[in-house]
């Protein structure tokens, strides 16, 4: 299954590179210099993709965001089936962690949570077909180039990829304000996925009596909640304590 994509801002479109996707074209804004913009060039020289130098009229047209003066037509995302990624995780030698996303709707916050589980080891993000924000441009952007280090599984149902990951040995953790224990006391040394669930109604009940573990952050002060790509964040790096 794959979308397709317009890619921008520096950082992703080299990180792209580097990763060997497969781009079409790059859009680079005319009259740019400098060491960052000269780094870029020879690195796509280096990679033989074709380059347009265009007004940056072209550039705004192409995109919704700060394109910062590149843009890249990248081929399609391609998702992972559930299957193989669990079977490919755990052909590793350390325990895996997976990310179940339960209607996060929208798309920084994905790109966000995408671009730390690259940075912390995460061994693929779950999302469902329908209610999860769509990885387009914004997403990649957000992401800094981390939708292309993480495998992506679209799942008709996160019920039935839950019961998948159990089956498999994965012990299902919700991050939930609904819970008693705090998140410091869940054992993420275990194989492990991670359900986070939008910012307004949170994951939603029937995924959440599935869970083997429910565990909340500890909140102080007047607000009541953490922006889910931070809470996530805040999730991972406790794994990422627990496992050194």
């Known amino acids: 299954m794959t979308t397709s994509l317009n890619i921008y801002g520096i950082h992703a479109v080299e990180q792209a590179i580097s990763n060997n996707e497969s781009i079409g074209k790059v859009f680079i804004q005319k009259g740019l210099s400098g060491p960052t913009f000269k780094a870029l060039e020879a690195q796509i020289r280096q990679a033989q993709i074709p380059t347009s130098y265009v007004p940056i009229e072209k550039l705004n047209r192409l995109t919704k965001g700060n394109h910062q003066g590149v843009v890249a037509q990248i081929a399609p995302v ?13 052909e590793k030698q350390v325990a895996p962690l997976f990310i179940i996303l339960d209607q996060v709707s929208d798309v920084r916050n994905v790109g966000a949570i995408l671009r730390t589980a690259a ?17 387009n441009e914004d997403t990649v952007k957000t992401s800094a180039g981390g939708i292309f280090e993480v495998p992506i599984a679209k799942v008709d149902h996160i019920k039935d990829a839950i019961y998948f990951l159990q ?62 790509s931070v809470a996530c964040s805040v999730c991972l790096y406790e794994a990422v304590r627990q496992r050194q």
């Open 119 to 135: 940075c912390t080891g995460v061994c693929g993000v779950i999302i469902p077909k329908t209610g999860s924000a769509p990885l």
């Open 78 to 90: 391609t998702f992972i089936h559930l299957e193989t990624m669990i079977s490919e995780a755990q």
């Open 167 to 228: 089956a498999s040995d994965i012990q299902i953790v919700a991050i939930t304000e609904k819970a008693a224990d705090l998140f410091y006391q869940a054992d993420f040394t275990k194989p492990t996925a991670i359900i986070m669930g939008s910012e307004g109604p949170g994951i939603m009940d029937s995924v959440l009596n599935l869970s083997d573990a429910k565990v909340k952050i500890p909140m102080t002060g007047n607000i009541g909640s953490l922006n889910v």
